[in-house]
């Protein structure tokens, strides 16, 4: 595996001094987020020039892109604010390869007008679960037309929220086109952690087959509330050691990222999570 970090963790002046810190803290991949220093990446003002130096900045240091960080409310309620994250989206899609990837990830989103991050009563129906994939279909299209993959990342409070249901995307669409991010974390509420080596087991059976990238990032309860914290890697309750192994157990030998770190704490995850990767059994 390769160990990877989202890009906007580690900061700098300009795309080349962002890959050079990069570099220098040992990750061989990031998943770039499209707020580089120095560059305008915006749907509205992307250019191949601009596209061309990050790409540049990165693999002269060694170090490839992933994905992209595309996230979006693929499924926000507002016509309008649909339609203009749905373009965004597009946008990512066309532009992946410019950067040396074929995988733009994002989310699906939810139904709820205040946030993307809270769940709806919508969003468990199967009118929304059709609705989503008729949503989905033209991103699809967009992919297939740009040999493009995208990695749909699941959260207990969006339209995506089981592990089931990320498969049934999957085979929906086919998995040339649409894949998973693996991120167990995000499928746990408080109550699911009593037995989260079960659902371990039930998400890497449910989609371990289809693994674009994956995240590292740790879980912990928040009393009284329906979803848990997400915070870095070492910092809460997650199953580590069998994280890891199922992950080797699919083959996936992909980019492993971490994420929802600040600055001064990269050093510190970055060192837990090579050790989780070093005692793991591959089998």
């Known amino acids: 595996m390769q160990l990877g ?15 050079a810190k990069t570099r220098a ?8 987020r499209l707020n580089v220093p120095g560059v305008d990446l915006s749907p509205e003002g992307i250019s191949e020039r601009d596209a061309s130096r990050v790409r540049h900045a990165f693999e002269s240091e060694g170090i490839g892109i992933c994905a992209l960080a595309a996230y979006t409310n693929l499924t926000h309620p507002d016509p309008e604010r649909r339609r203009r ?31 993307e991050w809270e769940a709806d009563p919508y969003n468990d129906t199967e009118d929304a ?12 299209r967009e992919a297939e037309a740009h040999d493009a993959v995208i990695a749909l990342e699941a959260y207990v409070e ?8 990320a498969r049934a995307a999957v085979e929906h669409f086919g998995p040339a086109h649409v894949q998973i991010v693996m991120d167990p974390n995000n499928y746990f509420t408080p109550a699911m952690l009593e037995r989260q080596d079960e659902v371990l087991h039930d998400v890497f059976a449910q989609v371990g087959d289809y693994i674009a990238i994956a995240h590292a990032k740790d879980v912990r309860p928040v009393p009284g509330q329906r979803k848990c914290a ?4 070492g910092t809460g309750v ?21 994420e929802h770190l600040k600055e001064p704490e990269v050093e510190e995850t970055r060192d837990f999570v090579r050790a989780q990767l070093a005692v793991a059994p591959a089998g």
């Open 5 to 19: 970090i989202f890009s906007d963790v580690i900061t700098g002046r300009d795309p080349e001094e962002v890959a």
């Open 85 to 115: 994250n749905l373009d965004g989206f597009e946008n990512r899609i066309r532009w992946a390869r410019a950067f040396g990837t074929n995988v733009a990830a994002t989310e699906t989103g939810a139904f709820n007008r205040q946030s």
């Open 25 to 32: 803290l040992g990750f061989e991949t990031v998943q770039l």
């Open 238 to 258: 997650l199953n580590w050691p069998l994280f890891v192994r199922l992950l080797r157990q699919t083959g996936f030998d992909g980019a492993l990222v971490i």
């Open 230 to 233: 997400l915070p870095r890697a």
């Open 158 to 165: 969006n339209v995506i929220n089981t592990a089931a249901r």
């Open 129 to 140: 679960w059709r609705e989503f994939l008729d949503i989905l279909a033209p991103c699809v």
